[in-house]
């Protein structure tokens, strides 16, 4: 292993480049699209190894570009390994595992198994890649915060060498984990390595979104594991850092009112919605307006009712009919027919649209009619109930009304009817609130000073800057270096063999206001131990820089 030279690093963190450290010498002139046509030594595997932890979208971070960190994160990826030549590396991907509880199931799971980046798998990796971009922040994709490393790192070793999950397979989400990376699914691995592969160079690129609380300590069975393996937990020393915190700010825009003034536009566009966007507060520039040309807008308020109008009201009968043929009374004798009542009254009603036809059924004058004495012998005669039928049918017709309340004008001018608001009137006493109306008056607003103000958001940004020096390194315990370390110096077993395969990690440290220097200090700790180099990124080109620097290294050995 070379050695870490402390001048190097000092000259490369003055640089403030996308590059702060360097661990190796670093190649000059290198191709990233050259490729070692002799073959002469097996292709590189290089693992992606991507924390998709809440952090990779938190707002707060102030990313560039209105994207998450996370979305530049996988579009870094697609456009670097889109750049290779075909088949000229292999490559895979493997995540937090983001099914099932995420306070236990923090191991990692394959995302693409490793394979040569020929051109129809580089189109299987883009198309997970987009999938990633498009869902980011779905449960699915996106695990909690405040997950350890030690355990991602662990599985890697899992991964490579074949064994079994560290949970066992649990937290493995099947709907996006990659079959061919498993003999088991989902708990045991398939290793990418064949006893075939003495030669090729095993690549880990660990890609970690810095979150402001600082890394999450590791278990005590992570710890367990590196032991039983026969790793050294002794905890590295971290390097030193100074913290700084600036305030600063970010435009969002020009006010959609006018105001008279930055202080009152400041007033009414610190809403939710700005520190929804991870802002400590919203502000207007006073230095930095445009004209209005505006009106003030009158408001309504909007209030829904209904009425109902007859249509039509028509009356058939009365009409004789018999009450019911069942209740006919056959072959008595006068004096036990008895008396009966008129049938109760009867409604229906059919709707159709927004008409009413309701029926009503009445019956008065009820008695036996004397039917004959057919089929009846001696003194009996047949008697049957009737009545006058009358039948009524009204039909009804509902409408909607609609009153419309004039209840001011609004206080702000407005350039168009689409960027008025309707706040401070009462709009919850009418049905369907309150709306702007014609514009109204425009004294105040055209040529009387008011003003679209630049909305600004205003946040702190926190920057770390290592001193050269170095500490013992916190409690924690935080194992993801001595991981890197182990896998550096031990290896991987190759299966179906009694070589090992030596593991480099290269680890790429994203954020933009907000750092945490014992999270930068862990994974500075991670490519120093582990042979490969440390780079902050914060912006996506950033990212992609550092890729490209990763890749051409790899190929250029």
């Not at 994160?73 to 697609?78: G, S, Y």
């Not at 779905?138 to 070793?157: A, H, I, M, Q």
């Not at 009387?448 to 600004?456: A, H, M, S, T």
């Not at 920057?463 to 194992?479: D, W």
Request: with cysteine.
């Amino acid at each position: 292993m070379q050695t870490f030279r402390l001048s190097r690093l000092l000259v490369l963190l003055a640089a403030m480049g996308t590059v702060l450290v360097s661990f190796q010498a670093a190649p000059e002139d290198i191709d990233l699209f050259s490729v070692d046509e002799a073959n002469t030594v097996d292709k590189p595997n290089v693992l992606f190894v991507l924390d998709n932890s809440a952090n990779w979208s938190r707002q707060s971070q102030q990313w560039p570009g209105g994207l998450t960190q996370g979305e530049s994160e996988v579009r870094a990826i697609k456009t670097v390994i889109n750049e290779l030549q075909d088949s000229s590396i292999n490559v895979g991907l493997l995540e937090y595992s983001t099914d099932g509880n995420s306070n236990t199931n923090d191991g990692g799971f394959v995302r693409y198994h490793i394979r040569p980046m020929n051109a129809e798998n580089k189109a299987s990796l883009s198309g997970r890649l987009d999938t990633i971009f498009d869902n980011i922040n779905s449960p699915t994709e996106k695990r909690s915060s405040g997950n350890p490393f030690g355990t991602l790192l662990y599985d890697v070793y899992n991964y490579l060498g074949g064994f079994t999950q560290s949970q066992n397979g649990a937290g493995t989400p099947s709907s996006i984990a990659h079959a061919p990376g498993y003999e088991t699914a989902y708990s045991r691995f398939r290793s990418p390595l064949t006893s075939a592969d003495s030669c090729r160079r095993t690549i880990v690129i660990f890609i970690a979104n810095n979150v402001q609380s600082g890394p999450t300590a590791d278990s005590a069975a992570n710890t367990a594991a590196l032991t039983t393996l026969g790793g050294n937990t002794a905890q590295i020393p971290f390097a030193n850092y100074t913290v700084q915190s600036t305030p600063a700010t970010a435009p969002l825009g020009y006010s959609t009112a006018c105001y008279s003034s930055a202080a009152s536009c400041s007033a009414a566009e610190n809403t939710q919605a700005c520190r929804d966007g991870g802002f400590t507060s919203c502000s207007c520039d006073a230095a930095d307006s445009v004209a209005c040309s505006a009106s003030r807008y009158s408001v309504v308020g909007i209030q829904t009712g209904s009425t109902t109008t007859t249509v039509s009201d028509d009356t058939d009968g009365p009409t004789e009919g018999v009450y019911t043929n069942e209740n006919r009374l056959s072959c008595k004798n006068a004096n036990q027919v008895g008396a009966y009542s008129c049938p109760a009254t009867s409604t229906s009603s059919t709707f159709s649209g927004t008409q009413t036809t309701t029926t009503t059924t009445s019956w008065a004058n009820c008695a036996y009619a004397d039917i004959g004495n057919t089929g009846c012998s001696g003194p009996k005669r047949n008697y049957e109930p009737r009545g006058t039928r009358t039948r009524r049918t009204v039909v009804t017709e509902t409408s909607t009304i609609t009153t419309r309340t004039t209840l001011g004008e609004t206080a702000a001018c407005y350039s168009s009817i689409s960027g008025c608001s309707t706040a401070g009137f009462n709009c919850a006493a009418y049905n369907m609130g309150c709306v702007c109306d014609a514009p109204g008056s425009s004294s105040g607003c055209d040529g009387g000073g008011d003003q679209k103000y630049q909305i600004v958001g205003n946040f702190t940004t926190t920057v770390a800057t290592p001193t050269g020096t170095f500490s013992p390194a916190p409690s924690g315990p935080y194992n993801a270096d001595e991981w890197a370390r182990f896998l550096r110096q031990s290896g991987v077993p190759i299966p179906d063999s009694t070589l090992r395969s030596q593991v480099t990690t290269y680890t790429v440290d994203v954020f933009n206001a907000q750092q945490n220097a014992t999270q930068s200090a862990l994974l500075f700790n991670m490519a120093r131990v582990g042979g490969g180099k440390y780079y902050q990124a914060k912006n996506e080109d950033a990212i992609i820089e550092a890729l490209r620097n990763i890749f051409a290294e790899v190929q250029a050995v």
